[in-house]
């Protein structure tokens, strides 16, 4: 199993990103037989237009996956725009793409439906993405349910020049994570940074504590009974606490009589504790910041070299090489 995933360097990392995804790509380092994790800065840029911003964001992006468990002797981590290939191969897989599948793709539309303005780079940017992921022949692409589309996009895209061209390309598949669909934020809905609801990874202790306390309740009082399985500070609490602690605290609120300060706190004291090593490895990463890009660019330049690969065979297999 050769697995590959990418996240965006566009702010620090939040719990969403974390129970989303990137706990699923440290598990996945150890069950693969190879796993290449990329940060998408050539995709930010659909977002993100302060180039000082975006250099800081992908280093502290390296940073931060390390310290959350990334090992380099078992994954490998790079930077996007240093495989350049891929953006050859994006044309390459352009010029077969209907408009149409473009336009069905959730990020459009949503972003249309919302009149907001959608640029070249949003409504192509499944292109780019299926070049990332067919670059390194992955079969397993670690995805949340809200992304399955772009993996089926990336299939199309695949089948379709292996149909014109020959067998040049590995079809992925979606590994879903369905237990990370959805992360609450402060607001309860989906936490996102477009949002600004985030409660970030490596904030302060005291600034996770302030963000927890400002999540949004309901105005029910304290004795009357709740639901934990429709509450979404139960959902938030659920991500960090053990088993039976879930247990009790979902009778808790069944039974009535509980506070939702009380499970603030108890949320805000088990999120602390539960990213202290990780801070304390990020603390140690932030005075080694050669060492982060020596591991870098060993990622790129393996990266690279397995890219140039499967561009070579799509080149000879379309005529581009001659």
């Given at each position: 199993m050769r697995v590959?995933s990418g996240?965006q360097p566009?702010g620090r990392?939040?719990w969403?990103?974390?129970?989303g ?10 069950e693969?037989?190879e796993a290449f994790y ?5 995709h930010a ?9 975006l250099?800081q964001?992908t280093l502290?992006?390296?940073m931060d996956l ?12 790079f ?5 350049p290939q891929v953006c050859?191969?994006?044309w390459?897989?352009?010029t ?7 336009e ?7 972003k249309k439906?919302?009149g907001?303005?959608?640029d070249?780079?949003l409504?192509?940017y ?5 070049a ?6 992955a079969?397993?692409?670690p995805v949340?349910?809200?992304q399955?589309?772009h993996?089926e996009?990336?299939?199309?895209l695949?089948?379709s020049?292996?149909h ?5 390309f ?8 369905r ?5 609450p934020?402060i607001?309860g809905?989906?936490?996102?940074k477009s949002y600004n609801?985030?409660i970030?990874i490596f904030d302060p202790p005291e600034v996770?504590?302030k ?5 949004k309740?309901?105005?029910r009082?304290?004795d ?17 606490a053990?088993e ?7 009778t808790?609120?069944r039974?009535?009589?509980l ?6 706190t108890a949320?805000a004291d088990?999120s602390?504790?539960?990213?202290a090593?990780a801070?304390e490895r ?8 050669e060492?982060?890009?020596?591991i870098?660019?060993d990622?790129g330049a393996k990266a690279r070299?397995?890219?140039?690969e ?13």
């Open positions: 590959l996240i566009t990392f939040h969403g990103n974390y129970f995804a990137i706990r699923q790509y440290v598990q996945l380092q150890y693969a037989d990329f940060i998408a800065n050539l840029l659909t977002t993100l237009r302060d180039a000082a911003q250099r964001y502290d992006a390296a390390l310290a959350l468990g990334i090992d380099p002797d078992r994954a490998t981590l930077v996007q725009s240093d495989v050859e191969l994006c390459l897989l352009m077969g793409t209907p408009m149409g599948l473009l069905r793709c959730h990020a459009y539309k949503d439906a919302k907001l303005l959608a070249a780079g409504f192509t499944p292109v780019l993405q299926a990332d992921i067919l670059a390194y022949d079969d397993t692409v949340g349910e809200d399955v589309q993996i996009v990336c299939r199309d695949a089948a020049f292996n014109e061209f020959g067998p040049v590995v079809l992925p598949q979606a590994k879903v994570m237990e990370a669909a959805k992360v934020g607001d809905e989906k936490m996102s609801n985030t970030d996770v504590r963000k927890v306390m400002r999540i309740t309901d105005s009082p304290v009357q009974p709740k639901d934990p399985e429709t509450d979404h500070l139960f959902q938030l609490y659920s991500l960090f053990p039976e602690a879930r247990e009790a605290m979902a808790r609120y039974r009535g009589g506070g939702y300060a009380e499970v603030k949320l088990l602390v504790d539960f990213f090593e801070r990020r603390r140690q990463l932030e005075s080694q910041p060492r982060v890009r020596e870098l660019g990622g070299k397995k890219a140039a499967v561009l070579e065979r799509a080149r000879d297999a379309c005529g581009i090489r001659y």
